[in-house]
């Protein structure tokens, strides 16, 4: 657009008010819906280079990089604006201070919004930093739809508002959501709730071990046996006549399990909330679906998956 361009000076800015709800949220759907598209041609891109399969962890390492580059390219242009920032005619502000600088526009975006929480969700594996992520991202959503003012968490704690870049129409009124606000509160409470009051949870409970088979009792011999005596006419002691006995092979040691069974194939680390595709192969439940909405087929295998055939193992434990 036109607008790109221009810069405003911080006395303009002032002029022109600050953006609602649903100019911010209509923002950020055009931009979450360019970076899918930018990083799905980066990812179809990579595989008819490289032509052989693609781990899960690669592919969130490219998806990553991705929308990093995606926010880098846009903040780089004259405007310093993203393509949604463009589309709702939105324009960055500091409080009155005039627009923010590239380098505070990159750090609250492809930093803030994107590395910070991909490196807090791998250095918490098992599922624990995706949902601490997953938290956080609905309690800011929360608070974004009860009183405005930032559509996402990096841009509140950089202080980096967004103004209307056009002064509104007269009648036109920004729209308020605090009934959908207070509903996306009382969910987060509701999934937050048991986690904090008792920890966990309960253990899963364990399979019950298969049952070794008896072992034999070794019976003391007969009297006639025990007093018989040996090949020089002394008569047998029981040690000797228990020494006769077959000897009974001993139990084999239980051996361990490898790391090929403990592990999911995906992430390759351990199997957090397992799942079983049709096919028979455990994954991590959040890996087998992020995968599935990406490819739908098993990443061993390449057996069709569908996705609503996933099946929980809440008995597996290892």
Same mark, same amino acid.
């Given at each position: 657009?036109?607008?790109?361009?221009?810069?405003?000076?911080?006395?303009?800015?002032?002029?022109?008010?600050?953006?609602?709800?649903?100019?911010?949220?209509?923002?950020?759907?055009?931009?979450?819906?360019?970076?899918?598209?930018?990083?799905?041609?980066?990812?179809?891109?990579?595989?008819?280079?490289?032509?052989?399969?693609?781990?899960?962890?690669?592919?969130?390492?490219?998806?990553?990089?991705?929308?990093?580059?995606?926010?880098?390219?846009?903040?780089?242009?004259?405007?310093?604006?993203? @393509?949604?920032?463009?589309?709702?005619?939105?324009? @960055?502000?500091?409080?009155?201070?005039?627009?923010?600088?590239?380098?505070?526009?990159? $750090?609250?975006?492809?930093?803030?919004?994107?590395?910070?929480?991909?490196?807090?969700?791998?250095?918490?594996?098992?599922?624990?930093?995706?949902?601490?992520?997953?938290? $956080?991202?609905?309690?800011?959503?929360?608070?974004?739809?009860?009183?405005?003012?930032?559509?996402?968490?990096? $841009?509140?704690?950089?202080?980096?508002?967004?103004?209307?870049?056009?002064?509104?129409?007269?009648?036109?009124?920004?729209?308020?959501?605090?009934?959908?606000?207070?509903?996306?509160?009382?969910?987060?409470?509701?999934?937050?709730?048991?986690?904090?009051?008792?920890?966990?949870?309960?253990?899963?409970?364990?399979?019950?071990?298969?049952?070794?088979?008896?072992?034999?009792?070794?019976?003391?011999?007969?009297?006639?046996?025990?007093?018989?005596?040996?090949?020089?006419?002394?008569? $047998?002691?029981?040690?000797?006549?228990?020494?006769?006995?077959?000897?009974?092979?001993?139990?084999?040691?239980?051996?361990?399990?490898?790391?090929?069974?403990?592990?999911?194939?995906?992430?390759?680390?351990?199997?957090?909330?397992?799942?079983?595709?049709?096919?028979?192969?455990?994954?991590?439940?959040?890996?087998?679906?992020?995968?599935?909405?990406?490819?739908?087929?098993?990443?061993?295998?390449?057996?069709?998956?569908?996705?609503?055939?996933?099946?929980?193992?809440?008995?597996?434990?290892?």
């Amino acid at each position: 657009m036109a607008a790109a361009s221009v810069r405003l000076a911080p006395r303009d800015i002032a002029v022109f008010p600050l953006a609602g709800q649903q100019e911010l949220l209509r923002a950020a759907q055009k931009d979450d819906e360019l970076q899918q598209h930018y990083t799905d041609g980066v990812l179809d891109a990579y595989q008819a280079i490289a032509r052989r399969p693609m781990s899960l962890v690669l592919r969130r390492r490219l998806a990553l990089a991705a929308s990093i580059l995606y926010y880098v390219l846009s903040l780089l242009s004259p405007g310093r604006r993203t @393509p949604g920032q463009e589309y709702a005619d939105l324009i @960055p502000t500091t409080r009155g201070r005039g627009t923010p600088s590239r380098p505070r526009l990159i $750090a609250a975006t492809a930093v803030g919004q994107l590395l910070v929480p991909y490196l807090w969700r791998t250095a918490h594996p098992r599922g624990e930093g995706a949902r601490h992520v997953a938290w $956080a991202t609905r309690a800011h959503a929360a608070l974004f739809l009860l009183t405005g003012g930032f559509v996402r968490l990096s $841009a509140r704690l950089a202080g980096i508002r967004m103004g209307l870049a056009r002064p509104r129409h007269p009648g036109e009124s920004p729209r308020r959501y605090e009934l959908l606000g207070a509903l996306t509160l009382i969910q987060l409470l509701l999934q937050v709730a048991p986690t904090a009051l008792w920890g966990r949870g309960q253990p899963r409970r364990q399979l019950a071990p298969p049952v070794a088979a008896p072992r034999p009792i070794a019976l003391p011999a007969a009297p006639e046996q025990a007093s018989a005596s040996d090949g020089a006419g002394n008569p $047998a002691s029981p040690s000797s006549a228990a020494a006769a006995l077959p000897s009974r092979p001993s139990s084999p040691s239980p051996q361990p399990v490898p790391r090929s069974v403990i592990d999911c194939p995906a992430c390759l680390d351990r199997k957090a909330n397992p799942a079983a595709a049709s096919c028979g192969h455990v994954f991590c439940w959040d890996c087998v679906n992020e995968w599935c909405q990406a490819r739908s087929e098993c990443p061993l295998c390449r057996q069709h998956i569908n996705i609503a055939h996933i099946v929980p193992l809440y008995q597996f434990s290892l």
